[in-house]
T-cell receptor, first 116, second 115 residues
């Protein structure tokens, strides 16, 4: 069963607009972590933001924020004031504990294109 | 720190040949992950190690794939024999510490083409 679901294969947004990238997850563990990574066309994976399952507040990092709705098992990434350089693939990932070690699994990704 | 180092960056090989991908994790990191990225299947977790021990290899597609981590500073992913459908970008990632909020750091990837 898919543990991380990103339902938007692609999104197109005008520069300077805010954009929300969806992510839902499935786990029965009470302790887990959620991550967002950016992959530009150059191919590297860049860590953006983290949300822990016990965190009371939504995580924020500069223009990135995470809309964490635990009961709905969603962790959407919000990018404010989008820029041309935000065009990239975005991956949601979940860390869960397996056999005492922490396993990181990714969703299928969303390709974001920022139009000038 | 130099980050996670993967070699080679690009590999082109003929079907049936053995391919070995290499990874040097960040010093001090105790977890290492191998991922495969394709257009069709996205980022798939192949195997991950904790303290050099393989914890979960359920993502390894077939017996043709094998991975080793002989010490804390080196890991290999081997495909023998290689097939065209193995063409993909293979990423190695490492992380350190026991806290849940520690992110994994990725290497630049190895782009494998099997012809």
């Amino acid at each position: 069963a898919q543990k991380i679901t990103q339902t938007q294969p692609g999104m197109f947004v005008q520069e300077k607009e805010a954009v929300t990238l969806d992510c839902t997850y499935d786990t029965s563990d009470p302790s887990y972590g959620l991550f967002w990574y950016k992959q530009p066309s150059s191919g590297e994976m860049i860590f953006l933001i983290y949300q822990g399952s016990y965190d009371q507040q939504n995580a924020t990092e500069g223009r990135y924020s995470l809309n964490f709705q635990k009961a709905r098992k969603s962790a959407n990434l919000v990018i404010s004031a989008s820029q041309l350089g935000d065009s990239a693939m975005y991956f949601c990932a979940m860390r869960e504990v397996t056999q005492g070690a922490q396993k990181l699994v990714f969703g299928q990704g969303t390709r974001l294109t920022i139009n000038p | 720190d130099a980050g996670v180092i993967q070699s080679p960056r690009h590999e082109v090989t003929e079907m049936g040949q053995e391919v070995t991908l290499r990874c040097k994790p960040i010093s001090g990191h105790n977890s290492l992950f191998w991922y495969r990225q394709t257009m069709m299947r996205g980022l798939e977790l192949l195997i991950y190690f904790n303290n050099n021990v393989p914890i979960d290899d359920s993502g390894m597609p077939e017996d043709r794939f094998s991975a080793k981590m002989p010490n804390a500073s080196f890991s290999t992913l081997k495909i023998q024999p290689s097939e065209p459908r193995d063409s993909a970008v293979y990423f190695c990632a490492s992380r350190g510490g026991a806290l849940m909020n520690t992110e994994a750091f990725f290497g630049q990837g190895t782009r494998l083409t099997v012809v």
